[in-house]
């Protein structure tokens, strides 16, 4: 992955700290909503192992409604300036599909862009990005988070995503944009069974040859299959974690850094004894 700076090497594993701006995520909502304590939490994250910080202000949990953009923007910028004055040398992601959000934030010291709509909904996403040339993640999402998860269909899921994503991959190298990281998009329009089928043959999408990131922490697809909740639930993410990166995850996207990271540690010591 080419950033401004540099090229970072994603070959063994990095961790992507969240920062959620938002009062309604579904798992740390409301708790980073002031600067005094986003920042303590980047700090933290930082400090256990964190190599990309993602910054959101717009909940994409299922059911949820957007909210303005001039809103998203007015939380966002003041924490990303703060983050990159305090932390210049870490990597802030922006989570958004909105392309004034996105070149707003680039302005201001992002360094990359994580698109759950993969441009499809803002149309004006593609040319942000060709423009300034920052790293793009796009996810795979079935419809729009509001209704994602209202009995989501596939002939075969890994196989549409996959199609699904080579055609987007096409589109965007026809625009010059080559810094390019999917992520499939787990509980973004599937079911429980389609998310473990995505992570059974996680490996498949490697044939794309782009990096792969990951976000599962904390997900219902953790919590529904064995009982529990979101607060229980960090165990079960260390698992599919594990499991990711054995089968070609190169960026897991989390809540609990210092897990993660010692995920990562572990998972290449054993590659590589």
């Known amino acids: 992955m ?9 070959s063994t594993g990095i961790v992507m700290g969240i920062l959620n701006l938002t009062e309604n995520s579904f798992y740390d909502g409301g708790n980073y909503i002031n600067k005094e304590k986003a920042l303590t939490q980047v700090k933290k994250m930082v400090k256990e ?5 993602d910054i959101g202000a717009q909940s994409s949990k299922p059911g949820s409604n957007e909210i303005d ?26 989570d958004t599909y909105r392309s004034k959000v996105a070149e707003e934030s680039i302005n201001n010291g992002a360094d990359i862009i994580n698109d759950i709509s993969a441009g499809d909904l803002d149309q004006n996403m593609y040319s942000v990005i060709a423009k300034y040339k920052v790293p793009y993640i796009i996810m795979h999402m079935k419809g729009t988070p509001k209704i994602m998860q209202e009995k989501p269909k596939y002939k075969n899921v890994v196989t549409e995503i996959t199609e699904y994503f080579k055609h987007k991959i096409e589109t965007l190298q026809k625009l010059g944009i080559d810094n390019i990281i999917i992520d499939p998009g787990f509980g973004f329009g599937k079911t429980l069974e389609h998310n ?6 996680l490996d498949n999408f490697e044939k794309l040859k782009t990096p792969i990131l990951i976000g599962v922490s904390r997900k219902s697809m953790i919590y529904n299959l064995l009982e529990s909740n979101a607060n229980e639930s960090l165990n079960g993410t260390t698992v599919i974690n594990t499991l990711a990166l054995s089968k070609g995850a190169n960026i897991i996207r989390v809540h609990d850094v210092k897990e993660a990271a010692e995920c990562i540690k572990i998972v290449n010591f054993a590659k590589n004894i």
Do not use: C, H, M
């Open 196 to 201: 473990y089928q995505i992570l059974r043959n």
């Open 69 to 94: 953009e001039s809103e998203e923007i007015k939380k966002i910028l003041p924490i990303l300036k703060l983050v990159k004055k305090e932390f210049p040398d870490t990597l802030i992601s922006i």
């Open 2 to 10: 080419k950033t401004k700076q540099n090229k970072i090497d994603l």
């Open 49 to 53: 192992g964190a190599s990309i910080i």
